[in-house]
């Protein structure tokens, strides 16, 4: 065996080790962990409108959106999309994983300071890492050690050569909560730095018409300052694909910039238009938007009567939170095979071994029930073994 194979190997057992190892796993029961938290990847009616239109798409774009991969229906979804959510214009790219990492990348340069929340997700610390800027961590959600750390920058750079840009999720997908907008917004007036909002999380379930956090949460005049806004359809939309709102301006800068953009063969020519179909669903769901917060609510409420430990989310996003990696892989495994189909979420994800319980307005009181009696059932059973 090779030097280069001995390696792999040996990081491999350490994974093992240390309770960390991942494989990919077919679904089955009933979901709690897909980010489908409307249920429109397997809805009807997009079933339906998929089967009027397929036979007017080929199968693949064939090249990127700059060369022969873009199609009339995804500068329709753009502007839709960008006038849904008060933006001047949208970029519509592979997923939401390469619209943060390339639009940080493209953004960020090695003379500015990127100030991140720690629990950002990696698609944005990877956009701010390859980008070389500046990166300052500020803890999570304190907005607080965020002002600290922008006074700090201001006295390293007091002519402020160096550009200030600060990136946020609205709702953090594994620990279920969200800054405090307002103050984000009063830190953006006193600094005057770019901002960042990644909507991923929260679109097509919070705000009017499933418009977002920033929507329930920020006048529409806050919302309009807000440079960049990344969302996905990978999510509520039931889809793929990741969308940048921002000015008319930054999508013409990202179109001619944005590596992952410019050199990715577009995505598959049907999606646009089934996205521009799931967008009107979306915007009359009221019903289910609120069913699920009533579900969530639910199962935090039982969770806690019975004792177990979660984060403070005050979403759909109900993490579980366990005392090692083992434990949670063995509660996960145990749900499976019960039929409820939780994930174990371990480190380097997250900073201590959880289950992601993540909960779609499919979903009914009686089988959130049957999710919180199976958990008590696999405790006592786990006290069992250890006594």
């Known amino acids: 065996m090779s030097r280069h194979w001995e390696e792999i190997q040996k990081k491999l057992e350490s994974i093992k080790g240390k309770q960390l190892f991942r494989e990919t796993k077919t679904y089955q029961g009933i979901d709690f962990c897909s980010n489908d938290y409307m249920g429109l990847a397997s809805n009807k009616s997009m079933l339906e409108y998929y089967h009027s239109i397929k036979d007017l798409y080929p199968f693949g774009s064939t090249a990127s959106r700059l060369v022969r991969g873009n199609y009339d229906s995804m500068d329709q979804f753009e502007s839709k999309f960008a006038n849904f959510v008060e933006g001047e214009a949208a970029l519509l790219v592979s997923n939401g994983f390469v619209a943060n990492f390339g639009l940080l990348d493209s953004i960020a340069a090695p003379d500015c300071y990127v100030f991140t929340d720690r629990l950002n997700h990696a698609s944005i610390l990877d956009g701010i890492r390859i980008s070389g800027a500046k990166k300052k961590y500020y803890n999570h959600l304190d907005l607080q050690h965020l002002k600290s750390l922008l006074e700090k920058a201001n006295a390293e750079d007091s002519s402020q050569k160096c550009k200030r840009i600060v990136v946020t999720e609205s709702l953090f997908s594994m620990d279920g909560d969200s800054p405090d907008f307002s103050k984000l917004m009063e830190l953006k007036k006193e600094y005057g730095f770019v901002l960042v909002v990644d909507e991923a999380h929260a679109l097509g379930v919070y705000g009017k018409e499933g418009k977002g956090i920033l929507f329930r949460d920020v006048s529409i005049e806050d919302i309009r300052s807000i440079d960049y806004r990344v969302y996905t359809l990978g999510k509520s939309f039931g889809l793929e694909g990741g969308i940048i709102v921002t000015?008319?301006?930054?999508?013409?800068?990202?179109?001619?910039?944005?590596?992952?953009?410019?050199?990715?063969?577009?995505?598959?020519?049907?999606?646009?238009?089934?996205?521009?179909?799931?967008?009107?669903?979306?915007?009359?769901?009221?019903?289910?938007?609120?069913?699920?917060?009533?579900?969530?609510?639910?199962?935090?409420?039982?969770?806690?009567?019975?004792?177990?430990?979660?984060?403070?989310?005050?979403?759909?996003?109900?993490?579980?939170?366990?005392?090692?990696?083992?434990?949670?892989?063995?509660?996960?495994?145990?749900?499976?095979?019960?039929?409820?189909?939780?994930?174990?979420?371990?480190?380097?994800?997250?900073?201590?071994?959880?289950?992601?319980?993540?909960?779609?307005?499919?979903?009914?009181?009686?089988?959130?029930?049957?999710?919180?009696?199976?958990?008590?059932?696999?405790?006592?059973?786990?006290?069992?073994?250890?006594?």
Do not use: W
């Open 247 to 387: 000015k008319q301006m930054g999508r013409d800068h990202l179109v001619n910039v944005m590596r992952p953009f410019i050199f990715s063969t577009a995505p598959l020519p049907i999606i646009s238009q089934l996205a521009i179909f799931a967008l009107d669903l979306l915007r009359s769901m009221d019903s289910e938007r609120k069913t699920l917060q009533v579900l969530a609510e639910e199962l935090k409420k039982s969770l806690c009567s019975f004792g177990f430990a979660i984060t403070n989310t005050a979403s759909h996003i109900i993490p579980l939170l366990l005392g090692s990696e083992t434990e949670a892989m063995y509660y996960a495994k145990r749900l499976q095979e019960m039929g409820l189909d939780v994930r174990a979420i371990r480190p380097p994800t997250v900073p201590s071994a959880r289950l992601r319980i993540s909960l779609n307005a499919k979903l009914s009181i009686h089988e959130i029930n049957r999710l919180v009696s199976s958990l008590v059932q696999i405790r006592e059973e786990s006290i069992a073994l250890n006594s």
